[in-house]
């Protein structure tokens, strides 16, 4: 399945036909674009907020049909061997459909490039020569910036063509990264795109391991459920949630390169602070316990203590009358707002309405006939309103979760049998705060206002949720996150392998059971497109370790020498030698990450800076001039580099808590690499990567 370069400039050269066809598409894209530039809207709005809705409507039409330079608008064609959707009779003429990443069409309306996700693009991902789906020849296209300079052709039908590895495939999976994190729409492999198109009705969860696209396959089912179902998700909403703000600085560009400029993201940390500032820190043992899905229970019990069992009768006076309601009346309808698992604040919105209809009930006894308004009247009424406040008062969520952590006794009531005393001396407050607003809040503390918040309203769903590296969560912010899409659905991304808090999930079926979508699909991905066959080969010797029973990452490329581990002397030269490795690394093309322990960060960053070299941050956007990022082993998941220089791997493990999450932190900083890894230690490295077991390295 040879790439066909450029050979002739005749206008019967396949190339030079494909790039008209580009030319051709590129100018349609913009017609369609002036055509919505051209719209008037003057005569056909009622009123000044239909006018901002509609005008709304066309900015973002517009801004979708930007027609970004150096990304292709097409990057494959199907040849079928009968029309689409007719019936295959002998001779019919088969049709041809260029593939991209948008819609776009001449001006008589017909396709000349077909959306990646509409139904007739999916034989371009899922067709083989066991199931050819009636394409008879799948071309795909090789660019350089925006120019279409190769082109590559398999015969799908065709018995004499022997089956081989798409080489343009290949050399677009080992692009070098430069700049936010790419789309892989051109490269979607099969059992990715089953993932991808699955429906929007129910909770899919993706278990993969480093560089099987599992982040891209999330982003990109979002675009596809947006396309199939863009009324629904316009109305609900949808949501991207990422570990950290450079992680989803680093995948912003994903979803505006396929045309979908609405979805938002955010951290966990974003979705439960609104209102709370967080200004302090939790001891790993502390946030372990206040992260235990125990503590909703604990909650629970905290907020309906605050109801108290009614002892006296209401009278309500209206005129000459007096009407009244009995204690054991009152006793009767707070018993039965408890029964049916209200929430606090809708049982305490209803409350005075039970007592009103009580009321209206005697009135009519009487021979009144009140109506609706004379019974909001009587909710309303001064002795209606003492009652409801003895009996079901407001309730302030964050005063609650103060006093739990702040007033021992208090803490006990509700957490008998929940919690240790141990475990309640943990997250106690050794200095109790004063008010809501001085109290030094901790991002656990956070969580467990957003859940006592909820257990007074409802926590307003969305239509679908995306939850990037998931492993990582508490089973508390399972439980918040999965109040954002109760009655949606989500995507669940992440690899339990690469777990590297002290509460991280053991299981997908425990975090699914928190996030509440036990019945979600699990599916697994094993294929590995980004990391070399050498470097996951390596990082894998600590599965065993890690994520016992886990199956280890098959990656489909070899790239022989994309290993090298170093061993210097003693720790005096371990700077100038990775100052060495990175100077190595920056005469090759693409980006470089000097990834290292979070304590070693400092010493590299003036090491670095005394030889001259400009470094970023992570999250700050690479470019051809600024290629070399400076990255804590502590925000390096998710992020991906040509070349990776790893600082001292036994730091990295020393710079957890504990050897498991040591070494998982670890096994993160291996796997960040596309093509090439060096590894540079003066320490001991873990015994699971010990020299002996390096053949060849």
Not at 134 to 147: A, H, Q
Not at 359 to 384: C, H, T
Not at 544 to 564: D, F, K, Q, T
Request: glycine share 8%; aromatic share 4%; charged share 25%.
């Amino acid at each position: 399945m040879p790439a066909h370069e450029h050979e002739s400039d005749t206008t019967t050269d396949p190339l030079d036909r494909e790039r008209a066809h580009l030319t051709a598409s590129r100018s349609a894209l913009r017609a369609m674009r002036e055509d919505a530039q051209a719209l008037d809207i003057r005569d056909v709005t009622a009123n000044w907020v239909n006018a901002a809705v509609l005008q709304a409507q066309i900015d973002e039409r517009i801004k979708s049909l930007a027609d970004l330079a150096h990304t292709p608008l097409f990057f494959g064609r199907l040849d079928y061997q009968h029309a689409v959707g007719a019936e295959q009779a002998e001779g019919a003429e088969g049709e041809q459909f260029y593939i991209g990443r948008r819609h776009v069409h001449d001006a008589d309306g017909d396709p000349m490039v077909i959306d990646w996700r509409a139904p007739v693009s999916q034989p371009f991902y899922r067709a083989s020569r066991k199931d050819p789906q009636d394409v008879g020849r799948r071309r795909r296209f090789g660019y350089t910036g925006g120019e279409l300079t190769a082109y590559e052709d398999e015969h799908l039908t065709d018995p004499a063509e022997a089956e081989q590895t798409s080489k343009l495939l290949q050399a677009e999976i080992e692009r070098p990264r430069v700049g936010p994190m790419r789309d892989i729409v051109a490269t979607i492999q099969p059992e990715q795109d089953e993932i991808v198109r699955s429906g929007l009705g129910g909770t899919v969860c993706v278990q993969g391991g480093p560089g099987t696209g599992k982040t891209a396959v999330g982003l990109h089912r979002v675009a596809y459920l947006l396309y199939a179902h863009r009324e629904r998700l316009a109305r609900t909403g949808t949501l991207v949630i990422g570990p950290n703000r450079s992680f989803l600085h680093y995948i912003e560009q994903v979803l505006p390169a396929l045309g979908e400029l609405e979805v938002k993201q955010a951290t966990v940390d974003d979705l439960v602070t609104a209102g709370i500032e967080v200004r302090g820190t939790d001891s790993a043992a502390a946030a372990v316990v206040k992260g235990d899905a125990r503590m909703a229970q604990v909650l629970r019990r905290a907020i309906r203590s605050h109801v108290t069992p009614p002892t006296e009768p209401v009278m309500v006076v209206r005129g000459s009358r007096r009407w009244r309601v009995p204690a054991y009346e009152l006793e009767e309808i707070v018993a039965e707002l408890l029964a049916r698992d209200m929430r606090y604040g809708a049982a305490h919105e209803a409350l005075p309405q039970r007592i009103a209809h009580s009321v209206l009930v005697r009135m009519e006894e009487a021979g009144e006939a009140p109506d609706d308004r004379v019974q909001n009247a009587v909710a309303r009424n001064p002795a209606v309103k003492a009652a409801v406040k003895a009996i079901w008062p407001a309730v302030e969520p964050a005063k609650v979760v103060l006093r739990l952590l702040s007033d021992a006794e208090f803490l006990a009531g509700h957490a008998a049998g929940l919690l240790t005393e141990d475990e309640q001396k943990t997250i106690l407050w050794s200095r109790p705060a004063r008010s809501v607003k001085s109290a030094k809040w901790s991002a656990a503390d956070a969580v467990l206002i957003d859940e006592a918040s909820d257990l007074v309203a409802r926590t307003h769903s969305l239509g679908h949720v995306v939850l990037d590296e998931a492993q990582d969560l508490s089973p508390m912010q399972y439980r918040a996150v999965g109040r954002r899409c109760t009655t949606g659905s989500a995507t669940v991304l992440g690899d339990l392998a690469q777990g590297t808090t002290p509460w991280s999930t053991e299981s997908w079926a425990q975090a699914l059971h928190h996030l509440g979508k036990p019945d979600a699909v699990v599916e697994e991905l094993t294929a590995g497109f980004r990391v070399p066959r050498e470097v996951i080969a390596y990082a894998s010797r600590l599965l065993p370790e890690i994520s016992p029973g886990l199956a280890a990452v098959e990656s489909v490329r070899e790239s022989p020498g994309s290993l090298e581990v170093r061993q210097v002397a003693g720790p005096a030269d371990l700077d100038a030698a990775v100052l060495a490795a990175c100077e190595e690394s920056l005469t090759r093309e693409g980006s470089i990450g000097l990834i290292a322990a979070d304590a070693r960060v400092p010493a590299l960053a003036d090491a670095l800076t005394a030889a001259g070299h400009a470094y970023l941050s992570p999250g700050e956007e690479t470019t051809a001039e600024s290629r070399l990022t400076l990255v804590p082993a502590s925000l390096a998941k998710g992020l991906e580099y040509d070349y990776v220089v790893l600082d001292e791997p036994a730091a990295v493990v020393d710079g957890e808590p504990d050897e498991r999450t040591g070494l998982r932190r670890l096994y993160v900083a291996l796997t960040r690499a596309v093509s090439g890894l060096t590894v540079v230690h003066a320490a001991g490295l873990p015994g699971e990567l010990a020299p002996a077991s390096l053949s060849g390295v």
